[in-house]
């Protein structure tokens, strides 16, 4: 078993914390930044309901006794190292967790008791001397097969991501939800510090656990954790919003801490933060589905209750830009088959026929991708925005979309109707909007290098005199989004030529996407695939007029598009496609104006309009105020009639930084700007993702690549400041217009594989280059029907010419 130098550091205390650099300062520290919030209501917010006060602490005082003879707990009083705390709080935590294992499996939960805050409660355990219920049985300590918590300190955890920090991930203390000894099945997490000069320590390390938790359980909605800090704890809610912290409770003398900590095992499994849609088997796990969300046709049957099916879960995909973060969106892509139960007519329980009808006239259950996620509640749906494109070539087929009800608790609508078809939703699943928190100014993130001192500073003062602010988290709602087109990434594909096709057709969906005033943004490996299998085709949008593209420069465009899909692709179905929208704009019919903020390259631009002359009629003039001194006014932008409507302005798109147009890459550096992304932006990125795949190729299992290799994809993501990787994109660009690319040609041939050295590859890099490249250098922007007719000839052209 490898060392683990956090059991043999006591001093400092921060130490503890594994030094990956990447992790913890790229992911962790970034992503927690003004997300950890102080909740002065925690309790009455999420332990409402708790058992008996009476009975717990009566049962914990027959169990210890120590506690029965003290009214204490047995903690030490001089607390040297935090190591010396940990079976002492080890025995405090399972000692609550027997007494609350008998009462749950005595009573109902209808006679759990409702508490506005368990902290009204008498301060000292001798107030509770009343008799205990007699209904609860098993007063020596409860069954063996229950589950307990268990020191993990020295232990190595099984774990199924390749991320390397889980190697040096060891929680000190843990519950498990069945006899499985993994992060898939964590319930419950306890980090032990020295005292309460660590708390941002402390809550770092609990934010480490969480990444694993939420990478390695797909169906976790929040996540609740425990952070001892000496004779202090405080509890610690994970989820797609960022932290919540409540305040410090003592665990020797204090019976509330107790109360609480019986409250948080008592919650059921949709308060622990399970989606109780998932479920689990020995061959595999499963997720149910309401009827209504699995066709565009069918409508609910208001009389009715809801029917569901159930469908098979058949591969988890891997959403590295998002699922690999506890804040955020937290996306899991499922692809799910239709489970029908044995028999020749497989008729589902509650069905009345239909699914008898629909399977006999099926010979293969219905396969889907699910993807849920947590969008915010002041963006537009990314569900919204598919049904606006069904049909598009090159984009996913849509099935349905819509907003998660919290289950079991929905009462907004009647019987049988999904939230989905409904707009009153005060039941959808939500974080939680909070009153009154707040975020103190001395710890609004977890930097590893805030001295002990300062770490918090909660236990030298109280919290109320310490230098505050009222604090609002962004709200985030679960939605899923279903549709029928299965793929696999474009790089899996089996051939140069296969690829190079797939692209073609991925970027002839974004152009049917922007001629419908939807800009993509994320164009990145991950969001090309190969199509493998859909529910169904459709064609109609190749040749049927779409009305509701208005603006001039777009009409000519769709017109555009439909000569250029029966020249190319004819009637064939496409074989690649874009899929998520999640990060996409709306583009606007007016043209915004500018702002002092925004004058420049943010602006939706071509790179070599803006550095021309041209640039003086943006500077913004200034006028005389009132006081005499300077102030801005706004102008009206100068714009060109054919460049087509512009989005709003927007903050960049994280987790996408390798595949950047030279033009965002160079804002990258600007906390929170705010930018205009223009359709040339991702073409740009098309291309990049199109050279990133030729060197990244791997020929076969085992095979390592090349060290030329190695060192070019290096060159995509450079994180000094001195942005080597501008200039290097600058020059292939450069080498492409040019050169006729021989710098990129030889480059490819030094990567030594397969698809860099194909002949086809290389030439549609070097030409999609060229194509990028003479777009940088215009003057002004060129109609997008010209452009994107110009990129897929061009490519076309390679197809045939290198057959």
Not at 243 to 258: E, G, K, M, R, W
């Amino acid at each position: 078993m490898p060392d683990d130098s956090r059991v043999y550091l006591s001093k400092p205390q921060r130490q503890r914390i594994p030094q990956s650099t990447v992790f913890l300062d790229d992911i962790i520290e970034a992503e927690f930044k003004d997300a950890i919030f102080y909740d002065p209501n925690f309790f009455r917010n999420f332990f409402r309901i708790v058992p008996s006060p009476t009975d717990v602490l009566g049962l914990c005082r027959r169990y210890d006794w120590y506690l029965h003879v003290h009214n204490k707990w047995n903690i030490p009083e001089d607390i040297d190292d935090e190591k010396c705390l940990h079976q002492p709080v080890l025995h405090i935590l399972n000692t609550v967790k027997s007494a609350t294992d008998a009462i749950l499996g005595s009573l109902t939960r209808a006679e759990m008791i409702s508490v506005s805050d368990p902290r009204l409660g008498p301060p000292q355990y001798q107030a509770y001397h009343g008799p205990i219920n007699r209904r609860i049985r098993g007063l020596a300590l409860p069954d063996k097969c229950a589950q307990y918590f268990e020191d993990w300190s020295t232990r190595d955890l099984g774990y199924t991501q390749p991320d390397k920090i889980m190697l040096h991930l060891r929680p000190d203390i843990i519950l498990f939800h069945n006899e499985w000894r993994s992060w898939t099945s964590i319930k419950l997490i306890v980090e032990i510090v020295e005292d309460t000069r660590y708390l941002a320590a402390g809550i770092k390390q609990l934010a480490c656990y969480a990444f694993a938790i939420f990478a390695h359980q797909p169906w976790r909605r929040h996540w609740y954790s425990l952070l001892i800090c000496g004779e202090q704890a405080t509890f610690v809610r994970f989820d797609r919003a960022g932290v919540l912290y409540s305040c410090f409770l003592n665990i020797a003398n204090n019976p509330t801490f107790a109360v609480t900590l019986a409250s948080l095992l008592s919650l059921d499994t949709v308060d622990q933060g399970i989606d109780a849609a998932f479920s689990f088997a020995k061959d595999g796990g499963y997720i149910n589905l309401p009827e209504s969300m699995l066709s565009k046709a069918r409508r609910p049957d208001v009389g009715n209750p809801i029917i569901t099916r159930r469908f098979r879960i058949l591969r988890t995909f891997d959403d590295l830009s998002s699922k690999r973060r506890v804040v955020g969106s937290g996306t899991s892509l499922f692809r799910i088959r239709e489970h029908l139960p044995p028999g020749p007519e497989c008729e589902t329980e509650n069905s009345k026929g239909k699914a008898k009808e629909e399977s006999a006239g099926r010979n293969e259950p219905a396969e889907y991708v699910l993807k849920l996620s947590w969008r915010l509640d002041d963006g537009r749906p990314e569900g919204e925005a598919l049904e606006d494109v069904d049909g598009v070539f090159g984009i996913p087929q849509y099935v349905s979309h819509g907003d998660i009800t919290i289950s079991g608790e929905c009462r907004c609508s009647p019987p049988g109707v999904h939230p989905s078809h409904i707009e009153y939703r005060n039941c959808v699943d939500r974080t939680p909007v909070l009153p009154g928190l707040r975020a103190f100014r001395n710890f609004r993130d977890v930097l590893a290098s805030i001295p002990p001192e300062n770490v918090g500073g909660v236990s030298q003062a109280p919290r109320e005199t310490l230098p505050t602010s009222n604090a609002t988290r962004r709200n985030r709602i679960y939605s899923y989004v279903l549709t029928s087109s299965i793929g696999t990434p474009m790089e899996r594909a089996v051939s140069p030529r296969i690829y190079v096709r797939a692209m073609m057709d991925a970027i002839l969906g974004y152009w049917g996407l922007y001629n419908r005033g939807i800009i993509h943004r994320g164009i990145s490996p991950l969001n090309l695939l190969i199509l493998t299998q859909q529910l169904e085709s459709t064609r109609t949008r190749r040749t049927e007029i779409d009305h509701r593209i208005q603006y001039g420069a777009l009409v000519e465009s769709e017109k555009q598009l439909r000569e250029a899909l029966r020249d190319t692709v004819g009637t064939r179905s496409p074989i690649g496609m874009l899929v998520d929208l999640s990060s996409h704009q709306r583009l606007g019919y007016s043209k915004a104006s500018l702002t002092p903020e925004v004058v420049g390259e943010n602006r939706a631009l071509p790179h070599k309009f803006l550095e021309s002359k041209d640039l003086d009629k943006f500077k913004v003039k200034r006028r005389k105020g009132n006081s005499g001194g300077s102030v801005a006014k706004r102008v009206d932008t100068f714009t060109f009639d054919v460049d087509g409507p512009q989005p709003d302005f927007g903050n960049l798109v994280c987790c996408n930084e390798r595949f950047y147009s030279i033009r965002v890459a160079r804002m990258i550096m600007t906390p929170e700007l705010k930018y205009q992304h223009h359709f040339y932006d991702d073409l740009e990125s098309f291309f990049w993702v199109m050279l990133w795949t030729a060197i990244s190729h791997v020929d076969s299992r085992g095979k390592d690549r090349s060290e030329s290799a190695t060192r070019y994809l290096a060159n995509f993501h450079q994180t000094d400041p001195s942005r080597l990787d501008i200039g290097w994109k600058e020059m292939i660009l450069d080498d492409c217009l040019l050169r006729s690319g021989a710098k990129t040609i030889a480059m490819l041939d030094a990567s030594k594989n397969s698809w860099a050295s194909s002949r086809l590859l290389q030439v549609a890099i070097v030409t999609f280059g060229f194509q990028i490249g003479a777009l940088r250098e215009e003057e002004q922007v060129s109609p997008p029907a010209e452009v994107f007719d110009a990129l897929i000839s061009a490519l076309e052209g390679v197809m045939k010419t290198e057959s």
